[in-house]
């Protein structure tokens, strides 16, 4: 009985083998992301990278296949496996940031305009503009400096993307992580 190049591959995977694990998540990675765009409103779409959580995945499976947790007997099982973990890893994040969700609200243009409107920023103003500032430094990595300097230079996600190398949602997940930092210090009343 000859195995075909699927079969050799799972069982190189089953067996912890890395270069199989590359192959596969090369082979389901546009599939993954696409069961969680799925589940995707709009308004979760800022908050969430699919990128990310395919590859947070990826990473407990490639661990677990190491340490022999699991084996696959078919890439039907594979795929049914990856799609459970994947739907149990975004409802985790989702459950994360629903906190944040329930309190944003979307400005009207009116809003827009009449906060245009209230002119230059007061000293008390540019007091706690500072203040946020040194606080989002102080939960930033230094590794995401540019990111946060970047963005206060009023950089677009694109510009900021193209300037350090890093995916857009990416960068839009750093600048929303750093922000929740704060918002957590601020509640502690640090």
């Given amino acids: 009985m000859t195995l075909s190049a699927t079969d050799r591959l799972l069982e190189k995977l089953n067996a912890g083998d890395a270069d199989a694990a590359g192959e596969m998540f090369r082979t389901f990675e546009p ?42 007997e078919s890439m039907n099982q594979l795929r049914a496996f990856l799609v459970k973990m994947t739907r149990n ?20 243009p009116h809003d827009v305009e009449l906060l245009a409107a209230t002119g230059s920023a007061r000293v008390s103003e540019n007091f706690y503009a500072d203040e946020l500032w040194h606080q989002m430094l102080d939960v930033c990595p230094p590794a995401h400096y540019q990111v946060l300097y970047l963005k206060r230079q009023g950089a677009s996600l694109d510009e900021i993307a193209t300037k350090t190398g890093l995916h857009k949602g990416s960068v839009r997940r750093i600048l929303y992580q750093i922000s929740r930092m704060v918002t957590r210090l601020r509640a502690v009343g640090k």
């Fill in 31 to 72: 599939y993954l992301r696409m069961v969680i765009r799925r589940q995707m409103s709009g308004k979760l779409r800022p908050k969430f990278d699919s990128t990310d959580i395919v590859q947070s995945v990826w990473a407990d499976v490639v661990d677990g296949l190491r340490q022999s947790r699991w084996t696959f």
């Fill in 89 to 108: 890893r975004f409802v985790d994040r989702l459950r994360q940031h629903r906190r944040a969700l329930e309190h944003e609200w979307t400005m009207s």
